[in-house]
């Protein structure tokens, strides 16, 4: 602290400071401990001792009681809501329970929870919608652009809730490699803490990049305006049903967010703090609410974020106000697969197109880049020589005329 200046500790399993042995016995371990509070604010008290900025930050997940008193007496507490955004994303229930991402829910007087849907020990939420997202024909959700709407609609209900949240790298572009991927493309236990790809090129696909802003819009506007620390919301009707909803009010502002967690279309009668004119801030969109409740419309997976003024989305940030665009690639196959002399990829097209066809190596160099214009609707065959690619992980990335991507994983052994 005096010599590195770190800023902040986070105790991992912080539970287990304690003198109590209740090996086997996890409800017993996380039953208000006594002995464990005195040790913890012993701990807290010499730090502040030092540093009163000090954060101190408990992965503690023990009952309420006693995560209750130590967030009141200034430390912060991890709030694991993987489980009910995980439900949520999938698409098969409509009753998750979201609200215990809120502090208030939990009774604490202080905004001390550091809520997440996403960390180190779950599972990334993008893979769990490509291998078993709810497959609605209508609202698919194993496809890039459904499951990328769908994690932008958990943003949404969870950066506009008051309190700190902790948010895990590249969710903002939906990254979907699973937690035990290995650097030769298997999925092992062994590899679960091992490194995993590094893709910047998910910025090149539209869905990915749309998440990306999306996110960059929902942090600008929690950064700058003072009704995201509100203590005057109400964060109850993300607690059950399909359209999950929240109020928040502060002296120079209000908001009202709302989302259709639902794979099909959804509408609802709800009463807003206030009538008049509310602005829409992704598309600039606005509602004349003159009686409540207002009746809301939403489609399924549709979010939206509602201000009793009107505020510009961050610079640089462009956000689609229309849905985007079918691909034109209907398929993409590659073969072989591991790759040997030579890589046939074959697609076929549901409109004409201009296509473009890249090979990245695991980094995102580029090891070859076809262009084809114009091509016709159907079957199409491209040969590329793969005898000189070192072995290693690659990406085949087609591209069509509308910047809609389908790619494909490839491994070369030798």
């Avoid at 209508?138 to 769908?150: A, E, G, K, L, Y």
């Amino acid at each position: 602290m005096t010599e590195f200046k770190v800023d902040g500790f986070r105790f991992d399993l912080s539970k287990g400071f304690t003198q109590k042995n209740t090996l086997g016995n996890t409800g017993a371990w996380n039953a208000y401990d006594a002995s464990r509070v005195a040790i913890l604010k012993d701990y807290t008290d010499f730090i502040w001792a030092i540093d009163p900025d000090f954060f101190v930050i408990l992965e503690h997940l023990s009952d309420n009681d006693e995560e209750k008193e130590l967030a009141e007496y200034g430390m912060m507490l991890w709030g694991n809501m993987h489980g009910a955004y995980k439900e949520t994303v999938l698409g098969y229930a409509t009753t998750s329970n979201l609200s215990g991402i809120s502090y208030l829910s939990r009774n604490w007087a202080v905004p001390h929870l550091i809520g997440y849907m996403e960390s180190h020990d779950e599972e990334r939420l993008a893979y769990e919608c490509k291998t078993v997202g709810n497959q609605v024909p209508s609202h698919n959700i194993r496809t890039v652009p459904v499951m990328m709407q769908r994690i932008a609609m958990l943003q949404n209900l969870l950066f506009t809730v008051p309190g700190p949240k902790m948010f895990w790298q590249f969710g903002e572009m939906g990254y979907d490699f699973p937690i035990n991927y290995c650097d030769d493309g298997t999925i092992n236990n062994g590899c679960r803490t091992g490194p995993k790809p590094i893709r910047w090129d998910y910025l090149d696909d539209p869905h990915r990049r749309k998440l990306h802003n999306v996110t960059a819009a929902l942090l600008h506007l929690r950064k700058n305006y003072d009704v995201f620390e509100t203590t005057n919301f109400n964060a109850d009707p993300l607690s059950a049903g399909p359209i999950k909803y929240m109020w928040l009010n502060a002296p120079d502002m209000a908001v009202f967010v709302i989302a259709n967690i639902a794979t099909s279309a959804k509408d609802q009668f709800i009463s807003l703090t206030s009538p008049g004119w509310w602005y829409e801030y992704y598309t600039g969109d606005s509602i004349l609410v003159e009686n409540v409740p207002y009746h809301f419309t939403l489609q399924a997976g549709e979010y939206r974020i509602y201000l009793d003024q009107k505020v510009a989305l961050p610079p640089g940030i462009v956000i689609s106000a229309t849905q985007e665009p079918v691909g034109a690639v209907d398929y993409l196959g590659v073969q072989p697969n591991p790759v040997g002399d030579v890589l046939v990829a074959r697609f076929s097209l549901r409109e004409d197109s201009d296509i473009q066809m890249n090979i990245t190596d695991i980094n995102g160099k580029t090891i070859e880049n076809q262009r084809f214009e114009n091509l016709p609707v159907g079957e199409h065959q491209i040969q590329i020589e793969s005898a000189n690619w070192q072995p290693g992980i690659y990406f085949a990335v087609l591209r069509d005329a509308n910047g809609m991507v389908s790619t494909r994983k490839l491994v070369k052994t030798h």
